[in-house]
């Protein structure tokens, strides 16, 4: 059983920086993915960016150049990094994890950016 206890978010101004972190435990998992997504209200949930297992990062072309992604294999935890914030990037945002069967999420942490 895989669980995801995610850390950071909050309410920051336009132009700020905010760190999100996903911490993953259990056993027995070899994770293909790991990665955010996020929801605004009325939206759909996107992919936010991603990290694959060999190392590889994607990003939303709506991020690319602000936010960044990196992994602690050792600690099994992903974060994300998110400078230049907009009101646009306001949303519940999701850790997940992939497995070669199984695909899990957090719990979800609100990230508020006024204008």
């Known amino acids: 059983q895989v669980q995801l206890v995610e850390s950071g978010g909050g309410l920051v101004q336009a132009g700020g920086s905010l760190g999100l972190s996903c911490a993953a435990s259990?056993?027995?998992?070899?994770?293909?993915?790991m990665g955010w997504y996020r929801q605004a209200p009325g939206k759909q949930r996107e992919l936010v960016a991603r990290?694959?297992?060999?190392?590889?990062?994607n990003y939303a072309d709506f991020v690319k150049g602000r936010f960044t992604i990196s992994r602690d294999n050792a600690k099994n935890t992903v974060s994300l990094q998110m400078n230049s914030l907009k009101p646009e990037d306001t949303a519940v945002y999701y850790c997940y994890l992939a497995t070669m069967t199984s695909l899990h999420w957090g719990q979800g942490t609100q990230v508020t950016v006024s204008s």
């Open positions: 259990g056993s027995g998992f070899t994770y293909k993915a």
């Open positions: 990290i694959l297992s060999g190392g590889t990062t």
